[in-house]
């Protein structure tokens, strides 16, 4: 009953977040969101898989150029898009993922890391269709998502329903099965589980949880911009997921939480935010292995 | 395209490789020798050359001696490093150090704009080399030479200290087993130091010298390390030659790439890095990771 108690005064605070937080307060909580979701779609391969993608920019990126090009090609209302975002940015992270997650450890990094960095270098210079550097901006998301209430409310939809949507396939015998393949792929192996199979079917979900953050990001700028797809950006969801410990379900989100909103109060004292960031981080490093999810005793470590 | 244009092209690509080489090469020692992908890497690199700005107080002709003392004090620093922050987490799983060495490079990168602010630095190259020489009727920057006679005095250097000294082949033995030197009797934590000290002190002097063809910023640091991750995986990781060769190709597909599709040269660049990653993973001259592993 405590633990309903503690879900519902959460659920509360986050509904009613639009009427009591002041404009600026709002959109730094979109923007955790959006970044909420993104760590919890990179978590879903890192924290079930042991892989730990450094491209998930690419799938993000997508997602948000998917949304930029129909809306302003196509003149695809925003909201019609998201399935869309979220096809393309899956369909990116099946051939990447086709060919990356036979791979392991360092090896995968990498090379989720080199075809992320391809894709970026593509967009970053492809003028005529992506704009290049200067990105895809102007945009409007019509006169609803115009409207900074309505946005947050999307970036909560979404962002609960890709929680679910990892929680369920957590608790499901396909989460069981990912994991028996993290700790002991030969044993997997030999109860006739296929790894290629369920890892790249994790990858192709979590690449499709990423564009649908992408999707949010596009509504939030107006804008697309090559950054999306920048390193740095994958390297931003996995400094989220352990920042608020990779092990629990709501670390990232809780990890984005802190990350987004450190940041907007760090940067409305100093410009010197990565300098900030840096040294949290490397005192998380070395005194708090487990992340913030780690201070509430250790005993909610997900098994 | 004449053949002069070629030769031109080609040395350009050449003195582009040299700095990625020295840039590169300690991060592949030190991933050899401490099995830590370091993040933080370009940012030593981009250190280095604001040490030399900084050491030579913007003069030019400074630039001998200044090189040796940045790489002296790459070394200590990375010395430092080694000790103090990378010691703890070894043995931890392989995210915790990626995230400590990405955490300085967030630090170092604004550290050094609130030491030596944001603005971009240069240094011209020294009087005696600020000409350009004539090569079949083309105008080819002097200094370049300087950096490649660097690059393949740096390579010769190394040769010589890992096959034919004592320490060398202890730090080729801790790159295929840490755990049986130790059980030698190797002091192996102090080997580690030296070798990450080594690596810093190389991307540091790499860095300052670029400097007098290249204005630099914090910002480089990110790209330099991405370049430094691209040749080190094309050439393999750990090895010393693969640095060699993956910078070489790296630098004249940047050079050549430029000329058949000048948007993409960068793009071939990550082409070969994904093409290399999926045959052969373990790099063009790196060693198929043993079975144990």
């Given amino acids: ?303 | 395209m004449d053949l002069s244009f070629v030769v031109l092209q080609f040395l350009t690509g050449l003195a582009y490789a040299s700095s990625l080489f020295l840039l590169a090469v300690g991060l592949s020692l030190i991933f050899g020798a401490l099995g830590i992908v370091n993040f933080a890497h370009g940012s030593f690199y981009m250190l280095g050359a604001y040490l030399l700005y900084w050491v030579v107080r913007g003069d030019p002709e400074g630039l001998w001696w200044g090189l040796v003392v940045v790489a002296a004090l790459g070394f200590v620093i990375g010395a430092a490093t080694e000790r103090l922050l990378l010691r703890p987490v070894y043995g931890r799983p392989e995210h915790y150090q990626i995230l400590l060495t990405y955490a300085l490079l967030l630090v170092i990168e604004d550290g050094v704009k609130l030491l030596f602010g944001s603005a971009y630095k240069s240094l011209g190259p020294p009087a005696a080399l600020a000409y350009p020489v004539w090569i079949a009727g083309a105008p080819f920057p002097a200094y370049y030479f300087v950096q490649i006679a660097l690059a393949l005095a740096v390579a010769g250097a190394l040769w010589f200290f890992l096959q034919r000294t004592r320490s060398g082949a202890l730090v080729r033995a801790a790159t295929q087993d840490r755990e049986m030197l130790e059980a030698l009797g190797v002091n192996v934590p102090r080997l580690l130091t030296v070798v990450f000290a080594m690596g810093i002190a190389l991307a540091a002097l790499g860095g300052a010298a670029t400097l007098p063809m290249q204005t630099v910023s914090p910002g480089i640091a990110v790209e330099a390390v991405i370049s430094a991750f691209i040749v080190v995986v094309v050439g393999g990781l750990g090895s010393v030659w693969g640095a060699l060769l993956g910078a070489f190709l790296i630098g004249e597909i940047q050079a050549f790439g430029v000329l058949v599709l000048p948007e993409f040269s960068i793009a071939f660049v990550y082409l070969l890095m994904v093409v290399v990653l999926l045959v052969r993973p373990w790099g063009l001259l790196g060693r198929p990771p043993a079975v144990r592993t």
């Fill in chain 1, 1 to 303: 009953m405590k633990t309903n108690a503690w879900i519902l005064a959460v659920l509360a605070l986050l509904l009613s977040a639009p009427w009591w937080l002041p404009d600026y307060g709002l959109e730094v909580a979109i923007q955790a969101l959006i970044l909420a979701l993104f760590a919890t779609a990179f978590n879903l391969v890192f924290a079930e898989t042991g892989l730990l993608s450094f491209g998930h920019a690419a799938f993000f990126g997508a997602g948000a150029y998917t949304v930029a090009l129909l809306m302003q090609r196509a003149g695809w209302p925003y909201l019609l898009t998201l399935p869309a975002a979220v096809l393309v940015a899956g369909l990116l992270a099946l051939v990447i993922g086709f060919f990356s997650v036979r791979t392991s450890r360092i090896y995968f990094t990498m090379l989720t890391l080199a075809f992320a960095q391809l894709v970026w270098a593509v967009v970053h210079k492809w003028y005529a269709f992506t704009g290049g550097d200067n990105g895809i901006t102007g945009l409007h998301p019509g006169a609803l998502w115009g409207d900074a209430r309505a946005l947050y409310y999307l970036a909560l939809l979404l962002f609960a329903l890709g929680f679910y949507l990892v929680r369920a396939l957590h608790n499901s015998p396909f989460g069981y099965a990912l994991r028996a393949i993290r700790d002991n792929p030969a044993r997997a192996e030999a109860v006739g589980l296929s790894p290629f199979g369920y890892l790249l079917a994790a990858f192709t979900l979590s690449g499709a949880l990423a564009g649908a953050a992408g999707f949010l990001q596009v509504a939030w700028q107006r804008s697309a911009f090559p950054d999306f797809l920048y390193w740095t950006k994958s390297a931003e969801a996995i400094i989220a997921a352990i920042l608020g410990g990779a092990q629990a379900l709501f670390g990232p989100a809780l990890g984005s939480l802190v990350f987004v909103e450190l940041g907007a109060f760090v940067q409305s004292r100093t410009e010197y935010w990565p300098l900030v960031l840096g040294l949290v981080l490397l005192a998380l490093v070395l005194f708090l292995p487990q992340g913030l999810a780690g201070l509430g005793g250790g005993g909610r470590a997900r098994g």
